[in-house]
């Protein structure tokens, strides 16, 4: 009974003299934009300057914008990580949103439509042309979609991220520009 006080006793003083802050072993996270990952990427100039294409048939061009997140001086990819997004641009809606129409069968399993009903009452609401919210995957991949519309061409847009990181309580904030073509 006695070596087990002894080795209480010693386990104690032993715990007491370890530094338990973890916190300054861990690296600060760091992030990537990967402009030339997706399906139709983004380009680069020979001025360092991103450009996207706007697609002058649709009304909005919807683009995947992806990036790693990592700790400095690692890279291996950091899982579970809130980002925020915003942009400097936004678009407002007319009226109009949209339409529905009512479409049953008659006795002779005919198609027929109904009544056409119109969603409306947006007038004036701001649509941003970036989604505003993600997470890192496994891997350390976040990615968000950008959607700027037609009349926004030859325009340049700032794109606005920002992370957090529960772990470390660390936000770190950035941004980048894209040139609309």
Not at 126 to 143: D, I, Q
Not at 146 to 160: C, F, L, N, R
Request: net charge negative; aromatic share 14%; proline share 3%.
């Amino acid at each position: 009974m006695n070596s087990f006080k002894l080795y209480w006793i010693f386990g104690v003083v032993l715990l007491s003299c370890t530094d338990m802050n973890m916190d300054d072993e861990i690296p600060p996270l760091s992030f990537r934009l990967a402009w030339e990952m997706g399906v139709q990427p983004l380009t680069m100039d020979g001025n360092g300057y991103l450009h996207m294409t706007i697609n002058p048939s649709s009304w909005q061009t919807i683009k995947t914008l992806y990036g790693y997140v990592t700790r400095v001086g690692s890279e291996e990819g950091v899982n579970v990580i809130k980002f925020g997004w915003a942009s400097s641009h936004y678009w407002a809606l007319g009226d109009t949103l949209g339409y529905i129409i009512d479409v049953g069968l008659d006795d002779g399993f005919q198609y027929v439509y109904y009544d056409t009903t119109y969603i409306v009452g947006f007038s004036g609401h701001e649509v941003p042309c970036v989604n505003s919210a993600s997470y890192s995957r496994e891997n350390g991949l976040v990615n968000t979609v950008i959607a700027p519309v037609k009349t926004m061409q030859g325009d340049t847009i700032t794109v606005y991220w920002g992370m957090h990181d529960n772990w470390r309580l660390e936000e770190i904030y950035g941004e980048f520009q894209i040139i609309l073509d």
